[in-house]
């Protein structure tokens, strides 16, 4: 009994902040310090949500959707996309941004560091929202912000899957650029610019600055 009304305290606590995160995802201007990346997660085949959903009944007195779609209850699987922001000269950190539903294409924000250049470290794939159901696939690719630009677009990273494992067998950026642009100005501004930018692989020394949380 008395664990129950500790988890029931519990809630009580943590609601506000899921109804806080559950709101739908806001697009605002960026700074001047700050760049949207437009891109997608697409996946080849792509994947049965409904199978993986069906594993939120097995034990409902756990939370395992993600704190922003609790409320919402949104089951489709979802992508959080990894960027080493630099700390010191020497290190790089890894965060993680959510950039949207698997196949919509939808952006992050991030600040635009001393050298212009962004690193793509990975993607984060939570199968039907469900964080005990958590694949990360490489990227390790980069990219230079141009002077100017608030808007980039990379290409939309598309992973060849194969069997049970989720095995990578093959990897490329698909060029939707003409949808892109329809995306940020309905989203942001009909003035907005994207500007397409080329990705490059990340350096092995850079590649060993970066720490993983």
Same mark, same amino acid.
């Given at each position: 009994?008395?664990?129950?009304? =500790? $988890? ?20 605002k201007a ?27 009944t097995i ?67 939570? $199968?039907?929202? $469900? ?5 990360? =696939? ?32 093959? =990897? ?13 100005? *309905?989203? =942001?501004s009909q ?9 490059? *692989? ?12």
């Open positions: 009994m008395g664990n129950k009304k =500790f $988890l029931w305290v519990i809630f009580l606590l943590v609601s506000p902040l899921l109804v806080l995160f559950a709101q739908e995802k806001t697009y960026p700074r001047k310090s700050e760049v949207v990346i437009v891109t997608s997660l697409k996946l080849t085949p792509a994947l049965n949500d409904s199978f993986f959903s069906q594993y939120r034990n409902k007195n756990h939370y395992y959707t993600f704190a922003w779609d609790v409320v919402r209850g949104v089951e489709k699987t979802t992508a959080m996309l990894g960027v080493a922001e630099p700390i010191t000269k020497e290190l790089l950190v890894n965060k993680t941004f959510y950039l949207g539903g698997e196949s919509e294409l939808n952006c992050i924000t991030v600040k635009v560091p001393d050298d212009r250049v962004i690193k793509l470290t990975y993607m984060q794939l939570n $199968l039907a929202n $469900l964080s005990i159901f958590s694949i990360y =696939f490489p990227i390790q690719m980069e990219f230079t912000v141009p002077e100017g630009a608030s808007y980039v677009y990379i290409g939309s990273l598309n992973y060849a899957l194969e069997g049970f494992n989720f095995e990578i067998t093959g =990897f490329r950026f698909l060029d939707e650029y003409d949808h892109a642009v329809t995306f940020v100005k *309905e989203k =942001f003035n907005a610019n994207l500007v397409r930018v080329p990705m490059r *692989e990340i350096s092995e020394e850079d590649r060993k600055r970066i720490t993983y949380p």
